[in-house]
């Protein structure tokens, strides 16, 4: 299974942009990439993917290198309320095994 | 639409008791998976379904069964609890890619102490 890294930690200033890098070196043609987030005392919740394209949505946008061998989560205007564990993980189009990795714990100072 | 419900909230067990963890989704997602979380770690997966009828393990399957009679519900069996399966567990479900978006939509999860 390909394998996705992510630095340990991050933090940000409120109302600034955040950029989350993955780097995904061994993905193969029919991975998706996923992020998720998962607050303090909650379950994860889904954020956003892609496969080859950038990607925007309400929450944020997904920028993916042209190589597909890294991306890039990014929180346009961070609040307190993103203060999370990021998650980027692969997932094929058949949706076998869903692996979690260790995440980003991203801080976000007042 | 309730999405992924879980039963029950909070559990505490003795050593070598067993029982049941519920979760159940109304979206008609094909997909359905258990995953374990430890205090300040990522979340590992235990079993997961792509479908009624079919399941397989995880990463960390040991102690665990499951079985996938109908869509709608996936229970996760603890056989003889141990402390090590002191965790949250959470329930997730989600519709096949090219059904859907593809994302996973989880429960609130179950806390789970063993004595």
């Known amino acids: 299974d390909a394998k996705t890294t992510q630095p340990n930690s991050m933090e940000s200033n409120e109302e600034e942009p955040v950029h989350l890098p993955c780097n995904h070196s061994t993905i193969s043609g029919t991975d998706y990439i996923h992020w998720y987030r998962q607050l303090p005392s909650q379950g994860p919740e889904y954020v956003i993917h892609?496969?080859?394209s950038n990607v925007n949505n309400r929450m944020a946008s997904l920028a993916i290198a042209e190589d597909r061998k890294s991306s890039t989560l990014i929180l346009h205007r961070a609040t307190l309320r993103d203060a999370a564990v990021y998650y980027c993980i692969l997932s094929k189009t058949s949706y076998d095994k869903v692996i979690f990795g260790p995440g980003t714990s991203l801080s976000v100072i007042p | 639409n309730a999405g992924v419900t879980q039963t029950p909230k909070f559990q505490v067990l003795k050593t070598g008791q067993s029982m049941t963890l519920q979760c159940a989704q109304d979206m008609n997602h094909e997909y359905m998976s258990w995953y374990r979380q430890d205090p300040g770690m990522g979340l590992r997966l235990i079993h997961y379904?792509?479908?009624?009828?079919?399941?397989d393990q995880g990463e960390v399957p040991n102690g665990y069964n499951v079985s996938r009679s109908t869509t709608e519900d996936f229970p996760l069996r603890l056989l003889s609890a141990a402390p090590s399966q002191t965790s949250v567990y959470f329930c997730a479900s989600s519709p096949r890619l090219g059904t859907g978006t593809g994302e996973q939509y989880f429960g609130p999860g179950t806390r789970l102490t063993v004595t």
């Open positions: 379904s792509v479908g009624a009828g079919i399941t």
């Open positions: 892609g496969l080859t």
